[in-house]
């Protein structure tokens, strides 16, 4: 079990920027998916991106804005929030999964974070 612990949440306006940490507790290969989802009080979790091997999958209402990357020597996968707006405002989780996944479906996640808490003010 990858133990996974994410950082770098907070309060932040509308239009600035936030950079959130995921790193892994031991080797995770780049032949792990590993992804940003979030979820709002009484949402589902969202797809928000994931990385794997090179490839990058984007949610439709972060795409243009947020960016994933991965330090693989690290173990450490990144998300840039940029142009924040209010309806981003949520509890951002990583995941990381092996095998063949749907990037978008939490459930195909194996190893989930506990979550950091990203608020953007109006």
């Known amino acids: 079990q990858v133990q996974l612990v994410e950082s770098g949440g907070g309060l932040v306006q509308a239009g600035g920027s936030l950079r959130l940490s995921c790193a892994a507790s031991e080797r995770t290969r780049s032949a792990w998916i590993m992804g940003w989802f979030r979820q709002s009080p009484g949402q589902e979790r969202e797809f928000v991106a994931a990385i794997r091997d090179g490839s990058i999958w984007y949610g439709d209402s972060v795409k243009g804005r947020f960016t994933i990357s991965r330090d693989n020597a690290n173990d450490t996968v990144y998300l840039q929030m940029d142009s924040l707006k209010a309806e981003d405002t949520a509890v951002y989780f990583c995941?990381?999964?092996?095998?063949?996944?749907?990037?978008?479906?939490?459930?195909?996640?194996?190893?989930w974070g506990h979550g950091t808490q990203v608020t953007v003010s109006s």
């Open positions: 995941a990381a999964g092996q095998g063949s996944v749907v990037v978008s479906n939490p459930n195909d996640y194996d190893n």
